[in-house]
């Protein structure tokens, strides 16, 4: 199962509120709700994330068992 904990510290830590997600870098309201209910994505948007966070992909998504 995938889980998007690492996101949110993440973009804790970058300042990046979920509204700038959506207003200035035009990620879609869906695609904002998939991450809060650990649902997938695809990786052109995991791509996208770590664009904007700077960061690499382990910083926004874990694997549970």
């Known amino acids: 199962m995938v889980s998007y904990t690492p996101l949110w510290e993440t973009m ?3 300042g990046i509120t979920t509204y700038a997600l959506i207003s200035k870098h035009k990620i879609q309201s869906k695609t904002i709700y998939n991450l809060k209910h650990n649902k997938n994505i695809t990786t ?3 791509e996208k994330l770590c664009d904007i966070l700077e ?3 382990n910083e926004i998504l874990e694997f549970k068992k």
């Open 12 to 14: 804790r830590k970058k």
């Open 55 to 57: 960061c690499t992909p």
């Open 44 to 46: 052109i948007t995991l």
